[in-house]
Nanobody, 125 residues
Framework: QVQLVESEGGSVQAGGSLRLSCAAS????????MAWWRQAPGKEGEVVAR????????FYADSVKGRFTISQEYAKNTVFLLMNSLEPEDTATYYC??????????????????WGQGTQVTVSS
């Protein structure tokens, strides 16, 4: 079994930056993808960034491309999400996720079997 622990989010003004981290423990040898997804009130969940932990290849949603960066510290089974130029529309609960269901692409939150506890990010205008 894999467990994920996320860092605390925070509140920032528009244009500011935050960095989230997510540490995996347990059966980490089974991990090949890790992702961040977010849930805003009244909106569908959205995978904002994903990384192949073995190749380093990344994916970003159009809504965050150029502003968010996902990275990893492979030896520590930790991924980071650096969020720059934050906008009020980025306000959401952010979740770390890993371990894809077989055959899933990792483009939807439900594609992942393991989620972190969630952390709140609030961006004020």
């Amino acid at each position: 079994q894999v467990q994920l622990v996320e860092s605390e989010g925070g509140s920032v003004q528009a244009g500011g930056s935050l960095r989230l981290s997510c540490a995996a423990s347990g059966a980490t040898d089974s991990i090949n993808f890790m992702a961040w997804w977010r849930q805003a009130p009244g909106k569908e969940g959205e995978v904002v960034a994903r990384i192949n932990t073995r190749t380093g290849r990344t994916f970003y949603a159009d809504s965050v491309k150029g502003r968010f960066t996902i990275s990893q510290e492979y030896a520590k089974n930790t991924v980071f999400l650096l969020m720059n130029s934050l906008e009020p529309e980025d306000t959401a609960t952010y979740y770390c996720a890993t371990l894809l269901f077989p055959g899933r692409s990792g483009l939807r939150p439900g594609d992942f079997t393991i989620w972190g506890q969630g952390t709140q990010v609030t961006v004020s205008s």
